[in-house]
């Protein structure tokens, strides 16, 4: 049996789909930061068969809950303080996401302004559609920050 002791103040993000907290890992920018972290890979899971968790020791206000939210908003977040769960927070799609992805019409005014913000805006809920804000491109492909 994997022990991975109890951090003091943080976050545990749970139910992250199995094979995917590497890359959530880096998207996230905990490589930027000097965390503790701990990464746990294909853990048993009654709810999902199998999943992934990241256990982190920070500052919880590091965790930008947007573009988490963007990248997988069916994942738990557990807020540690005192090495107990004081909070969790429910994800949602965020309805506006900034510099997180980048446009790829190269006619939209991003690809000339170059310092203008990467703005995409949730049009379709339902089917989590996310548009640039200057030229309506639609978002294409994998969810992952650039």
């Known amino acids: 049996m994997l022990n991975v002791g109890a ?3 943080g976050f545990v ?4 789909q199995a094979g ?9 920018k905990l490589d930027e930061g000097d965390y503790c972290v701990a990464i746990i ?3 048993r899971s009654n709810k999902m068969g199998k999943k992934d968790i990241l ?3 920070c500052d919880p206000n590091t965790l930008d809950l947007d ?3 963007f990248i997988d908003h069916n ?11 004081v909070e969790k927070k429910i994800l949602k799609l ?20 170059q310092e203008l913000d990467q703005i995409f805006v949730l049009t379709d809920p339902e089917h989590e559609v996310y548009r640039c804000k200057y030229c309506e491109e639609k978002y294409k492909g994998h969810k992952r920050v650039r």
């Open 7 to 9: 951090i003091s103040e």
């Open 13 to 16: 993000l749970d139910h992250i």
């Open 20 to 28: 995917t907290s590497l890359q959530l890992y880096h998207d996230l």
């Open 75 to 85: 994942i738990t977040v557990n807020i540690i303080k005192g090495e107990k769960i």
């Open 67 to 69: 573009v988490l939210g």
């Open 94 to 113: 965020p309805a506006e996401i900034k510099n997180v992805i980048k446009c790829k019409n190269p006619r939209c005014i991003t690809s000339v302004e």
């Open 41 to 43: 890979r294909n853990a």
């Open 55 to 57: 256990k982190v020791e």
